[in-house]
């Protein structure tokens, strides 16, 4: 895997009521061409080919893998070439899920990812070692941002507000990693936080979304287990 480039703010104009962090500190490593160039290109085919099957559960649809397992899964294949970096952030393994969303019609507010169902039953808030994205597309819009603020339930999409952060460009093979205690969301096709559904059409933006846990977390199935989105089956 090549070594990590330095991340630098989303090219694309961000809303008037958005600004980079002025901290020299980054809080995210970023890798342009994270992946070898055949895996990705059989990784994004696959997903293509999924296209928006079963996307009204994207989100709740994720999977365990852990890193000594048998890989079962196109996505799981990423993992293992990703494998050091998340064994150097201390986790065993990875929750991974497709994130598939139109860029017109964001519904991702900002949010911590979580142990979801120990969460839910009223558990303690358990965060993943490290949270990560693979780009699989390029899109108008649709930057990754990433804070350390805490989501503000006054805002729109909970964005905290005056707003500091690191922003993501949707790229090809772009792989970014932060911390699994920040705080991230998407902005929408004019990379502005999503207030509403915009009126023309924007484009589907596609990634993989892979979470480093010291321990699995609860009621996640392995792929196999789930016996879904079987397009991804591989290797």
Request: net charge positive.
């Amino acid at each position: 895997m090549r070594s990590p480039a330095p991340c630098s703010p989303c090219s694309e104009a961000v809303s008037p009521s958005l600004s980079d962090r002025r901290h020299p500190e980054r809080l995210v490593q970023l890798v342009d061409g994270a992946l070898p160039p055949p895996l990705f290109r059989k990784l994004r085919g696959a997903v293509m080919a999924l296209g928006t099957a079963g996307i009204r559960r994207t989100y709740e649809t994720t999977f365990w893998f852990a890193l000594d397992m048998r890989p079962s899964a196109l996505p799981e294949l990423a993992i293992l070439s990703l494998a050091g970096r998340f064994r150097d952030a201390g986790a065993c393994g990875a929750e991974w899920w497709l994130s598939r969303m139109w860029t017109h019609d964001v519904r991702v507010d900002f949010h911590r990812d979580r142990d979801e169902r120990l969460a839910l039953r009223g558990g303690p808030e358990r965060h993943p070692r490290l949270s990560s994205v693979l780009f699989l597309n390029r899109v108008q819009g649709g930057a990754l941002v990433v804070t350390r603020q805490a989501p503000d339930p006054r805002n729109p999409a909970l964005v905290p507000l005056p707003l500091e952060a690191d922003l993501v460009a949707p790229r090809p093979n772009r792989f970014v990693a932060f911390d699994g205690r920040l705080t991230h969301g998407v902005l929408d096709a004019r990379n502005q936080v999503p207030a509403s559904r915009l009126r023309k059409r924007g484009q589907l933006r596609l990634t993989l979304v892979m979470n480093g846990w010291a321990r699995r977390p609860s009621g996640v199935p392995t792929f196999a287990q789930a016996g879904v989105y079987r397009p991804l089956a591989g290797p």
